[in-house]
């Protein structure tokens, strides 16, 4: 497990007004080594610590944008204001322009998912590769809602969230090359 500090997190604290809980650095490295493998341009939903947690310099950073309510984030650009409300106003530029979705919603009801799994169709490319987390209850409704969602499985890594009263899974469509072991943080249900 790393100890390595987390920039995002020194520098953003978590507000309260738009439900943010970030994940921890730990989590946020095995979900960018995640991406770094599998992915070549990400469409980061709701998920500004991971757009901003993948190296500035990297490929895949340039090829990376970040569709997010809270506009402190405004000035980069890569920015697309996004209200999870009205899926349908992202830009048209960018419908089917990624071949991955990180997706990390505000809430964890169905209404809001469905919005959320609209805006990953409009995005992605055929095939796509998905992202997700949320609690482990939602896994019947995510395969329902998601493109290509029969295929979302849990991983084994399960993301921490320091702040967050219980406990998220970690939902891919793709056998994942990273998220494929543990998370040490999260201890064992044996």
Not at 45 to 65: G, K, M, V
Not at 144 to 171: A, C, M
Request: proline share 11%; aromatic share 12%.
């Amino acid at each position: 497990m790393t100890d390595k500090p987390n920039g995002f997190l020194k520098r953003h604290p978590e507000k309260a007004e738009h439900n943010q809980y970030w994940y921890s650095a730990h989590t946020i490295e095995k979900i960018v080594e995640e991406l770094a493998a599998s992915a070549t341009r990400v469409a980061c939903l709701s998920t500004p610590s991971i757009y901003f947690s993948l190296p500035r310099d990297s490929p895949l950073r340039s090829e990376a944008w970040l569709f997010d309510l809270d506009e402190q984030w405004a000035s980069d650009p890569h920015f697309v204001r996004y209200d999870f409300n009205v899926p349908e106003n992202l830009p048209v530029h960018l419908h089917g322009a990624f071949d991955c979705v990180v997706i990390d919603p505000p809430f964890i009801t169905r209404e809001v998912w469905d919005k959320y799994a609209q805006a990953a169709r409009l995005l992605l490319q055929p095939g796509g590769r998905i992202v997700a987390t949320t609690v482990a209850e939602n896994a019947t409704m995510l395969s329902e809602v998601l493109p290509g969602g029969h295929g979302v499985r849990p991983t084994p890594f399960r993301p921490s969230i320091p702040h967050l009263i219980y406990q998220y899974n970690l939902f891919t469509n793709f056998p994942p090359a990273v998220l494929c072991h543990p998370n040490p943080e999260i201890p064992s249900d044996d």
